[in-house]
């Protein structure tokens, strides 16, 4: 992990995907280049739940269900925050905790999105629209039985415009009927790592080892060229200096979960478990999941280089039915062997079933034959084992592993607007896929930053 540190404070735009373990394509055609979120309303993401809520239309044509139910399901419209932020923003304005609120899942910052969230009924009246912060707005639609949760998501909705490309209908056309034929790689996103600042498995990986002084210090103060100068600034005199009731002042106000770690030693100082509980119970469980995820990325880009055809399955895959809306049935994975091998092939044709790999944790079962050891080379590269992922010194944020497509199932994609130099896509991907993998086969771009406005 040491030879991390020093590849994030060097770290160049071109190396980005690199350091998160993306490396190739599916598809052979040229991209299109451009950029993405020039605007947050370049990137519009919304839910759609298993009984077939659509969570924008139920917020614009203000609907409410005639349902029961002793919390309140709504719909949080958000500019320019992330999920977990947006969150804790609203248990705050709603007086309510933060674990109160249920969501389906997290959505990028910059975007404009609609997410279904569930509250206390006390929490929230129906039939208006509540201004949370000039980011935030939320509107009742219904009452559910159960804390909201990524179980009830069928799949998400985009609305995207790629500005600065070369529009060629031909080449995103092109581009589609490749994936199609061959699959999209299911690799994490970008945003799961932070693209100008990849920091999370670097913090990850230093809670697995146990090095939770290391671990803080790295989330407050290992700075990347790629970010913001107010906030490299800012940890490089932390670096300097540690002296962190100082830091408070000059600190910048975004720097939010920073700040609250800061805040927390001063007043207990040396209590680096402490200051990481003080963070989000979902952003301490990301930091240890974005190393699993980093490792399945690093699999996948190795798998990807032997073999594009990631969607053909072989003796010894492990394989999931997919129910609706792209979701995999994990619960019934079976193994792939001789005697069923014909049987798997022909329903990953028909697209009711995908080959799975494990995303690592204490409990993973990883395959016996190459892709397993491709998993195991990348978690030798990495550097830890399975059993490291069971955190005796931070139990709430231990994994027992996952499971997950090696190829994103069920997704759509079409161009809607193509126009001088922008292109502006639709498309739908099933829970836990993200958009700017399929744009990153579309455009190609030289670096992930266009991914966040820039070029």
């Not at 300097?240 to 207990?268: C, I, K, M, N």
Request: hydrophobic share 40%; glycine share 8%; charged share 30%.
């Amino acid at each position: 992990m040491d030879g991390y540190v020093p590849r994030l404070r060097g770290l160049r735009a071109e190396d980005v995907e690199g350091f998160i373990g993306i490396a190739g394509y599916s598809s052979s055609s040229p991209g299109i280049g451009g950029v993405v979120k020039l605007e947050p309303e370049d990137f519009q993401a919304w839910e759609v739940l298993d009984n077939g809520l659509d969570a924008r239309r139920c917020f614009e044509e203000g609907v409410f269900l005639d349902s029961s139910g002793n919390l309140v399901l709504a719909v949080m419209e958000k500019r320019g925050i992330d999920s977990i932020r947006a969150a804790s923003v609203v248990a705050k304005e709603l007086r309510v905790k933060p674990g109160m609120v249920g969501i389906c899942g997290i959505k990028d910052k910059m975007s404009v999105s609609w997410q279904f969230i569930s509250l206390p009924q006390t929490a929230l009246k129906p039939g208006r629209t509540h201004e949370i912060s000039d980011s935030i707005r939320i509107r009742a639609v219904g009452y559910i039985d159960r804390r909201l949760t990524s179980r009830r998501l069928l799949h998400n909705k985009f609305r995207i415009i790629i500005r600065q490309a070369r529009a060629d209908l031909g080449a995103v056309e092109e581009t589609l009927r490749q994936l199609a034929e061959r699959g999209v790689p299911n690799f994490y996103g970008h945003q799961r790592f932070g693209i100008t600042r990849p920091i999370t498995p670097i913090v990850g990986r230093l809670i697995l080892e146990g090095r939770l002084e290391e671990a803080v210090s790295a989330f407050l103060a290992d700075y990347s060229p790629l970010e913001d100068e107010k906030n490299r600034s800012a940890r490089e005199r932390l670096m300097r200096e540690w002296d962190l009731a100082s830091a408070l002042e000059y600190y910048p106000r975004t720097l939010r979960y920073e700040r609250r770690v800061l805040r927390y030693l001063v007043e207990h100082e040396g209590d680096y478990l402490g200051a990481l509980r003080s963070l989000p119970l979902r952003l301490r469980r990301l930091l240890v999941e974005s190393v699993s995820s980093l490792i399945f990325n690093k699999t996948l880009s190795r798998l990807l280089r032997e073999d594009p055809q990631l969607s053909s399955p072989e003796v010894g895959d492990l394989a999931a039915p997919v129910g609706m809306g792209g979701r995999v049935e994990k619960e019934r994975v079976l193994r792939v062997r001789e005697g069923n091998l014909r049987q798997v092939e022909r329903l990953i044709r028909e697209g009711r079933m995908t080959i799975v790999l494990p995303v690592p944790g204490y409990a993973s079962r990883i395959p016996n034959n190459r892709k397993g050891e491709a998993l195991r080379k990348a978690m030798e590269e990495v550097g830890v084992d399975r059993k490291m992922f069971n955190v005796r010194h931070l139990p709430e944020t231990s994994t027992r592993g996952d499971l997950r497509p090696l190829t994103i199932p069920r997704w759509s994609c079409r161009p809607i607007r193509v126009s001088d130099d922008t292109v502006e896509l639709e498309m739908t991907l099933p829970p836990g896929s993200y958009a700017t993998i399929l744009l990153r086969e579309i455009m190609k771009p030289p670096t992930p930053l266009a991914f966040i406005g820039k070029t």
